[in-house]
Every structure is written in structure tokens, then in C-alpha cells.
């Protein structure tokens, strides 16, 4: 990337970390993964492939997910009595429980069948209009991509296979446990869609939906990013409308409320790490003997029985991520009112560490939700959820909410004294 005129093919981009403005050109755009060369933060990444292939792995994704949902990830035999497991059968499970109970079982649904399925459906949509619709219709596609992009850290296939892995390595201590149909399709599933992330690439369908040049600021003139789909345009006068050409998204300098909003979320998420850790996430009755776990029992159980990788998996997701997120989000919001200039690429690369690892906490949500479903077995095993996995999973949601809304560029304005 160089920072010098901007030619006729030149891009602009702008980092949504540290707001350091970049020119590229065409040629370097292509094929290549540029990152901002002040602190580090992906700008554009377009693999050199057309659309074909996002398309066919969204497709195939959209039919994995039937199938995924329509046979069972596990079936469990205890004692010569059967059980499936389907992917809605935690969430109904606990429904059935009510109360907040009631409120995870459909927060679950929603991150592993609700949001995947609308995800993957827009995803589509916006590759086959790209692919095949016509040219002049492609502003109607830029409110579903916008929504695929806000919808991205809430499908949690991935998270919730991790967590079905957790969850077959306990029901194996209780049971018989195979793997079925549902599971193998899950695991595909979560494959295809991985590739389909990497071959979307970054920035490149918000391009191809409206060419950025015509938006681009004159030369040395004020400039201002749209936080939704990365344009950069010229800043608009203070009595004029502020709202993307492209998106139709708030165009602002910063996040507004960025500092008091992150505040007002990990002091709630804060105080609910403590009952989230003291009191039970699920309680297990097998053949009349009462056994309570917390997340840490959980976690000494899992070390107990030899699986040292899985134990140390979950305590590292269920425990020591959620304290750093609100350790890190404390010390950054601390950092911008002393304007400290210390270690201030390091915590903007430990603001994109924990926004990336953040909804991994939930594996223990979705553990708890199959579990619950798996082992009803009357006196033989049964697994009821415990009030501690309820407030675990708002500390989980409340710590992502707090990472999305926190503006990190706000470190880089308080350390060069309110420059943008």
C-alpha cells in the first residue's frame, strides 16, 4: 500500500481499528490480503476466484443444514433404552423447563438453527443476484448483505459442533453413545461453511454491490468511513444528512455512545461472572445419586477422567475468556480516559483476539442444551440444566454486545490527543 496521490485506480481504505486512511491500487487489491499498516488490522482480502465457489459452498451449506436438523447428532442407549438427539431437541427441552430456562432454550435456537438458516439464505440470495440478476437491481441486495454481516458472530454451527464434541466425550461416561446421521452432516456443515468464509474474502461484495470510487473524498480533503460497509467518503457538512450513499447505514466519525454503552455492559456482565461460576449449571441424577456441577467441577471432572484436552479447552472458554474480555474492555476504557499512549497496538490486537474468541465461551451453553436432551432417563440418568448456565450465557452475550459496540479507534484519538 502506498500513501502517496491518488491515482485513477486507486481505493481507499480506511481501518475500522485505529482509523489510519490507506490508498491501494487495482492491482494490489487483487489476489491479495492487505493489512493496515499502523496496527495490523485486516483491510481487504479478495481471493482470486469468482463467485462460483462462495455460491456452491453456501448452497451446500443450506442442505447440510436440513439434514443436520432433520436426523439426530447422537443416539444414546442406557441400559437397553434408546434416545435421539436432534439439534431442536435441547432448545425444546429446555423450554419446557420455563422461566429464564425457557429464554436460553430459545436463545440456542436461535444460534444454532435461526440465525445460521437466515445467514446462509441471504448469503445466497446476494451471490445468485451478484451472479445472475441484473446489474441494476444490485442496490436492493445491499440491506441483506448488510444483514449477513451483522448476523456473522451469531451463527454459532461451529461453536455449537465443538460444543456436541464436549458434550458425546460426557454422555460416553454415562452411555452408549454413537454418532448419526445429524452429527456427520453438522461436521460437514460446519466445513463448508468455513470455506465459504474464506472464499468470500473481505470488502469484496460490498464493491461489487456499488463501486467505491465515485464516493471517494477529493485529495486532502475531510474524509469520514461508514462503520457498516467500510466506504469512504467525503465527510458530509454538519447540517447535511449523514447516511451512507451506499449502505443507507449512520455515517459517524465514531460509534455514538461507544464508551458509556461498553461501560453499562461489562458492569452487568461482571456481575453476573459471579453466580455464573458459583452456582450449578446442570444437575445429574444417576441411579438415585445426586451430583451437582458447577462450570470449575465440570472442568475437574473432564481432568479427572483423563481428558485433559477437553478440560482445559472448556476451562480456558467457559472461564478464562470471559474474564479477560472484561479485564481487556476495563483497561481499554481506562486507557482512553488517561489518553495513555502505552501498549496501544497490542490492545487493539487484543480487541480483535477477543471478539474473535468471545463466542467460543458458549460451547458450555450448547453442552449443557444437549445434555439436557440426551439423557432423560427417568431413574436410570437424568440431566437437568442448573441456574448458573443462565447467567453464564448472558455474561457470554453481554461480553459480545460490549466488544461489538466498543469503538477501539477511541484509544488511537485519546493517545494522539482527539486526532482522528
Given at each position: 500500500m502506498e500513501g502517496g496521490t491518488k491515482g485513477m485506480s486507486d481505493s481507499l481504505l480506511a481501518c475500522g481499528d485505529c482509523g489510519q486512511l490507506h490508498r491501494a491500487s487495482a492491482a494490489l487489491l487483487a489476489g491479495n490480503r492487505l493489512t493496515c499498516i499502523r496496527c495490523g488490522s485486516g483491510l481487504s482480502r479478495r481471493p482470486p476466484i469468482g463467485l462460483d465457489a462462495p455460491l456452491a459452498f453456501a448452497t451446500t451449506a443450506l442442505i447440510l443444514l436440513l439434514l443436520a436438523n432433520a436426523y439426530p447428532i447422537f443416539v444414546v442407549n442406557v441400559e437397553g433404552r434408546f434416545g435421539q438427539d436432534l439439534m431442536v431437541s435441547g432448545p425444546l427441552r429446555l423450554v419446557d423447563y420455563g422461566g429464564p430456562f425457557a429464554g436460553l432454550g430459545m436463545l440456542v435456537a436461535g444460534l444454532s438453527f435461526a440465525v445460521p438458516a437466515v445467514w446462509l439464505s441471504l448469503i445466497g440470495l446476494v451471490l445468485a443476484g451478484l451472479k445472475w440478476g441484473d446489474p441494476a437491481l444490485r442496490p436492493h441486495l445491499v440491506l441483506p448483505w448488510k444483514m449477513v454481516r451483522l448476523l456473522f458472530p451469531w451463527s454459532m454451527l461451529d461453536v455449537y459442533l465443538l460444543g456436541a464434541y464436549v458434550a458425546y466425550s460426557r454422555l460416553n461416561q454415562a452411555a452408549e453413545t454413537t454418532v448419526a446421521i445429524g452429527g456427520y452432516a453438522l461436521a460437514a456443515l460446519v466445513l463448508a461453511q468455513t470455506l465459504l468464509m474464506l472464499s468470500l474474502g473481505r470488502r469484496r461484495i460490498w464493491d461489487a454491490l456499488a463501486d467505491p470510487g465515485p464516493y471517494a473524498p477529493p485529495p486532502g480533503e475531510p474524509w469520514v468511513m461508514c462503520d457498516s460497509c467500510q466506504l469512504v467518503l467525503a465527510a458530509p457538512p454538519a447540517d447535511a444528512a449523514r447516511l451512507c450513499p451506499r449502505c443507507a447505514g449512520s455515517v459517524e466519525p465514531r460509534r455514538p455512545g461507544s464508551v458509556s454503552s461498553t461501560l453499562a455492559l461489562i458492569i452487568a456482565g461482571a456481575i453476573l461472572y459471579v453466580p455464573a461460576n458459583l452456582m450449578p449449571v446442570m444437575t445429574v441424577v444417576r441411579f438415585g445419586r445426586v451430583n451437582t456441577y458447577t462450570i470449575l467441577s465440570g472442568v475437574e471432572e473432564l481432568a479427572r477422567l483423563g481428558m485433559w484436552p477437553l478440560a482445559l479447552l472448556v476451562f480456558f472458554a467457559s472461564i478464562v475468556v470471559p474474564m479477560v474480555k472484561l479485564l481487556s474492555l476495563g483497561w481499554f476504557l481506562w486507557a482512553i480516559?488517561?489518553?495513555?499512549?502505552?501498549?496501544?497496538?497490542?490492545?487493539?490486537?487484543?480487541?480483535?483476539?477477543?471478539?474473535?474468541?468471545?463466542?467460543?465461551?458458549?460451547?458450555?451453553?450448547?453442552?449443557v442444551s444437549i445434555l439436557v436432551a440426551s439423557l432423560q432417563f427417568g431413574t436410570l440418568t437424568t440431566v437437568a440444566p442448573g441456574p448458573g448456565i443462565v447467567s453464564f450465557a448472558a455474561v457470554v452475550v453481554l461480553t459480545m454486545l460490549a466488544t461489538a459496540v466498543f469503538d477501539p479507534r477511541l484509544m488511537w484519538d485519546a493517545a494522539s490527543g482527539g486526532d482522528g
Open positions: 480516559r488517561r489518553g495513555s499512549v502505552r501498549w496501544l497496538r497490542a490492545r487493539t490486537a487484543l480487541h480483535r483476539l477477543i471478539d474473535f474468541v468471545g463466542r467460543w465461551s458458549n460451547i458450555d451453553v450448547f453442552m
